[in-house]
């Protein structure tokens, strides 16, 4: 079965630092893109960024809003995603989901989604 | 960015109807779109992928069609379990986008 877990969430103070983890399992990690989604309290879902597979370079593309503040990483061995986090803002207050995507000849975007984990920034 | 733009925001349905949402790219996006489902207080649930393609375990009244700009999403026969928030994204560039969501609620 497929699982996303992701953890790490909390209350943080505006100008500081968190990192959140996506602990996957039931497929092989490392053949999947892994995306962060986020979605503030009453509101839609906001695209965050993503990490390709090694297959496909290992590399990072953001979200204009969150680019040059998050940087998004992956640890193969232990199948784990994570995003980490700074300058937080108040407006990065969300709910944080991760999600996997196959990227081949046919793309699948975000079949599977974890339970999510909420960041609340405020002083 | 692409900007994607659903219709209508929310509105009023009974079990048994059938309903289209449309969701509009500000550019072409070929097949490059997605739709979702998502319940209070859950994950969003892929429906549909490459415009038309059912997820796997998804049932048949959920349907989708469209390219370029243009999309639609259309549930043959509401169930009380289709009462939810309706999401359509594009994958299209590698700045992905979200419609605004419409809220599908019981008359």
């Known amino acids: 079965e497929v699982q996303l877990v992701e953890s790490g969430g909390g209350l943080v103070q505006p100008g500081r630092s968190l990192r959140l983890s996506c602990t996957a399992s039931?497929?092989?990690?490392?053949?999947?893109?892994m995306s962060w989604v986020r979605q503030a309290p009453g509101k839609g879902l906001e695209w965050v960024g993503f990490?390709?597979?090694?297959?496909?370079?290992?590399?990072?593309e953001y979200a204009a809003s969150v680019k040059g503040r998050f940087t998004i990483s992956r640890d193969d061995s232990k199948s784990i995603a994570y995003l980490q986090m700074n300058s937080l803002k108040t407006e990065d207050t969300a709910v944080y989901y991760c999600t996997r995507e196959q990227m081949t000849t046919v793309v699948i975007p975000f079949d599977y989604w974890g339970q999510g984990t909420l960041v609340t920034v405020s002083s | 960015a692409i900007r994607m733009t659903q219709s209508p925001s929310s509105f009023s349905a009974s079990t048994g109807d059938r309903v289209t949402i449309t969701c509009r790219a500000s550019?072409?996006?070929?097949?490059?779109l997605a739709w979702y489902q998502q319940k209070p207080g859950k994950a969003p649930k892929l429906l549909i992928y490459a415009a038309s393609t059912l997820q796997s375990g998804v049932p048949s009244r959920f349907s989708g069609s469209g390219s370029g700009t243009d999309f639609t999403l259309t549930i043959s026969c509401l169930q009380s379990e289709d009462f939810a928030t309706y999401y359509c994204q594009q994958y299209y560039s590698y700045q992905y986008t979200f419609g605004q969501g419409t809220k599908l609620e019981i008359k």
């Open positions: 550019q072409g996006i070929s097949s490059y």
């Open positions: 990490i390709r597979s090694k297959a496909y370079g290992g590399t990072t």
């Open positions: 039931g497929f092989t990690f490392g053949d999947y893109a």
